[in-house]
């Protein structure tokens, strides 16, 4: 929201200087957030007289001039304006000079052979007017040598602020300066708009509100008037140089007026050429497949959720958003029909979304605009239509009905202490509220406040105590220190924020690189991993590949490993945690740590080595890094189930799962199925795992001292056996079978070998393990050793059906 402090100054008796203006409103809650000094920006350009205008000898359409600048020299100037001649007074530019239409640095030049060292300048070079037939023509007794800013009022001061979608009041200068009135930094100017009185009746009846029963309304009521006998053209300068000031485009008086009490009073309005209505104009819900060509240029595809103004040939304008074309005005408007109407924020903020047009009047209407300001709106701009364009008013018509609100808030004074620390007395508060144009009534500890009709985002006594709180200052908002506690703090992050920082570190020290992907995903991928339900579905999706929520993390970060590898990175290895989304309820939502690696992207490295060709990730590089973040978010793999069924996305023979039991399964492992790997614009093999942190058992209580180190004093010893099994036997089924034939002694069990071959027998396999045996009494002897062998022996062909390799 942009205002110049010449336009504030039309609604604000004040003194202040730009400085304090911009301090008081950042310290109110409108945060400034940049301050062009208009002067300033054109200090450098000065007036100046062209003492003579010389053709070029080298070119047909320049001239050589002779530029006093007030420097006491004549300058050399190449000037290629139609309009430059002798005598004439200009605006000058020496060279050094920033040229803002241009947005160049003006240097020395030779043109065809002929210095110039500066520049005559036109109005859009100045980025004063859209005029660059020509340069800019001063008056014949304009002094020379004058900063051009001081000379022609250019000094003003633009300032930028930033509104909250709940300040719709603010959207217009008016609001802006009853607030700093309200902050002490002036007196607010009298806002009441008389009536205008009407010539004639109006020909054109109310407009009907066609809408069926239970269609949504984006209308609540409709002010029209028809002006007749108006002239329509280029706008007053002083209207123009307002406009451009805070970055809009003059057009004509008419569109010129409507943009003016737009932005000086935040009430969007609407001129139709009355001449170009076919038939009744009236208000209704678009149909389906119904187009209208905008002002903008572009055409747009309506549905019966948008509300239209309309006449018997179709939508002349789309309700609180944009005009349409076709009766647009021009030159040659002699009758218009003004609009000013009532809206439903919520419906004009959908509309907008749908058809992605950002205008003024949407920005505006969608954060509520005063409802009491509807008909006053309407004679502000007949008044200053007929002041502009003259003609003569008829009748105006209403249709509707607008509701507005009387809140009335039960406000005991004390809540600003108790809420925000100041010592306010009743009377400062009356003055803040009433100031910023609230009724209070009563004197005691408890009054009654009325909220005005523009600030319907006021309803309780917190929404009071703000207000109170921003006009007397927050930066008087006392600061207190915590107090500091006499014991050790409890935990403040839940078991699901510290599983989350931990993984994070975890997957980072494996060399893995954190990536954020969106939380949309295409249906066809959705479908894939497990999702695409219809409750999944965004009812209004920002993109056409991003229309369901994602069922899992991994196409996102397969997407970004398919974008690495198509600019030359095809070896990567990417992780995240974030929310999947199984359903359309608060179960449904599940926070899983998911990591890809691709190529040759392992923990050792990738790419290729002088030591030696880089292997390719495979199954048991997914499955490491699950392992390490489980084992850090303290959960042993090896006192889990590791079951052969791996994921859907996962390839058929190279993928698993881990779980606590059927109904508790912690996560997946696996390589990616080639076919999917296809489809995603892959090569090679991609490991990949999932887990879920939300499935992990909270784990129980420590004990409050650690147990007594055990540890022996003797030393440990191992024992090789080879067993020949069925191809199809689990080496985990062996391990946990020979680590449970002797619990006291045996300390470990792991694969040094398998080999499968002619001298095992067709169908089988031979898994070599290494049992760690540690004593803890006494030395074992031979006999003991072997019976402990025997025990391990026995234990693993029964729970195998193999045999000791011979």
């Not at 047909?60 to 139609?82: F, H, Q, S, W, Y």
């Not at 992780?575 to 691709?598: K, N, W, Y």
């Not at 048991?620 to 996305?649: C, F, H, M, N, R």
């Not at 129980?700 to 191809?727: G, M, N, Q």
Request: net charge negative; charged share 25%.
């Amino acid at each position: 929201m942009k205002f110049t402090i010449e336009w504030l100054k039309d609604y604000l008796d004040t003194d202040a200087t730009a400085d304090e203006i911009v301090k008081t409103l950042t310290m109110i809650g409108l945060e400034v957030e940049d301050v062009i000094d208009t002067g300033a920006r054109l200090r450098d350009f000065v007036t100046a007289q062209v003492v003579s205008a010389e053709k070029h000898p080298n070119a047909d359409k320049l001239r050589v001039c002779k530029v006093d600048a007030g420097t006491g020299e004549l300058i050399d100037v190449v000037c290629g304006a139609p309009n430059a001649r002798t005598g004439m007074k200009a605006v000058f530019a020496p060279v050094g000079t920033y040229i803002p239409g241009s947005d160049f640095t003006l240097t020395k030049g030779n043109i065809r052979g002929q210095a110039s060292n500066g520049m005559l300048c036109s109005g859009r070079e100045l980025e004063i007017s859209d005029d660059h037939d020509g340069i800019i023509e001063l008056p014949e007794d304009a002094p020379v040598g004058v900063p051009y800013p001081d000379y022609a009022g250019l000094n003003d001061v633009v300032i930028d602020v930033a509104i909250t979608p709940n300040r719709g009041d603010c959207t217009g200068i008016y609001g802006i300066a009853r607030d700093l009135a309200a902050a002490g930094l002036g007196r607010l100017h009298d806002a009441a708009i008389q009536p205008v009185p009407s010539t004639c009746p109006s020909p054109i009846a109310p407009l009907e509100h066609r809408f069926a029963e239970g269609e949504p309304r984006t209308i609540r009521k409709f002010a029209g008037r028809l002006i007749k006998n108006v002239r329509n053209g280029p706008s007053p300068q002083w209207l123009q140089d307002r406009l451009r000031a805070v970055g809009l485009r003059p057009i004509n008086a008419l569109a010129d007026i409507t943009n003016f009490i737009s932005q000086g009073r935040g009430r969007p309005l609407h001129a139709y050429d009355a001449d170009k209505i076919v038939g009744t104009p009236h208000l209704r819900n678009a149909r389906p497949g119904e187009t209208l060509d905008g002002l903008d240029g572009k055409t747009y595809t309506l549905d019966e959720t948008m509300c239209v103004i309309a006449d018997d040939q179709g939508p002349l304008c789309l309700g609180g958003i944009l005009g349409g074309e076709r009766s647009s005005c021009t030159e040659e408007t002699v009758n218009i029909f003004m609009e000013c109407a009532a809206w439903d924020p919520d419906l004009i903020a959908q509309t907008g979304r749908k058809t992605g047009i950002v205008s003024d009047a949407r920005y505006r209407l969608e954060r509520s605009v005063d409802p009491a300001l509807t008909e006053p709106g309407l004679e502000l701009a007949t008044r200053m239509v007929l002041d502009i364009c003259g003609g003569e008013a008829c009748e105006p018509v209403i249709s509707g009905e607008e509701e507005i609100p009387e809140t009335v808030i039960t406000f005991p004074i004390a809540e600003v202490q108790r809420l925000t620390g100041l010592k306010v007395g009743l009377p400062e508060v009356k003055a803040i509220l009433t100031g910023l144009g609230f009724w209070v009534s009563g004197m005691g500890e408890t009054v009654k406040v009325a909220v005005p009709s523009w600030r319907p985002d006021v309803t309780m006594k917190a929404d009071l105590v703000e207000e109170v709180m921003r006009i007397y200052g927050v930066d008087s908002v006392p600061v207190e220190p915590l107090p500091r506690a006499d014991h050790v703090a409890q935990t403040m992050l839940t078991p699901i924020q510290n599983r989350r920082r931990i993984v994070r570190r975890a997957l980072a020290v494996r060399g893995m690189d954190e990536a954020m992907t969106w939380s949309f995903i295409s249906e066809d991928l959705a479908t894939r991993f497990g999702g695409g339900q219809p409750e999944l579905r965004l009812a209004n999706a920002i993109a056409s590949d991003m229309t369901d929520m994602r069922p899992s993390l991994l196409p996102g970060l397969l997407t970004a490993a398919a974008r690495n590898a198509n600019r030359g990175h095809a070896d990567v290895a990417l992780f995240e945690v974030g929310q999947i989304f199984l359903s359309d309820t608060p179960e449904g939502q599940h926070t899983h740590a998911t990591g890809i690696r691709t190529g040759t992207a392992r923990l050792t490295g990738a790419g290729r080595h002088w030591q030696g060709k880089a292997e390719p990730v495979g199954v048991y590089d997914s499955k490491a890094d699950l392992a390490a973040a489980l084992d850090a978010l303290g959960v042993d793999i090896e006192k889990a189930q590791v079951v052969a069924e791996p994921a859907t996305w996962s390839h058929p023979g190279r993928g698993g799962r881990v779980q606590l039991g059927p109904k508790l399964i912690l996560g997946w492992f696996g390589e990616l199925h080639p076919a999917l790997a296809a489809d995603l614009d892959l090569d090679g093999p991609v490991a990949a795992f999932e887990i879920d942190l939300d499935a992990i058992p909270l784990p129980r209580r420590k004990a409050t001292s650690k147990p007594a180190l055990d540890a022996s004093a003797l030393l440990p010893l191992s024992r090789d056996f080879a067993f020949v099994v069925d191809r199809s036997v689990e080496a985990a089924t062996l391990l946990r079978a020979a680590k449970g034939a002797e619990k006291t002694l045996v300390t470990d069990v792991t694969v040094f070998d398998v080999f499968e071959g002619n001298h095992v027998g067709e169908g089988k396999k031979s898994i070599a393990i290494e049992v760690t045996l540690q004593p803890r009494e006494k030395t074992l002897t031979d006999e003991e050793i072997e019976a402990v062998g025997g025990k391990i022996v026995a234990a693993v062909e029964k729970a195998t059906g193999g045999a000791l390799r011979a």
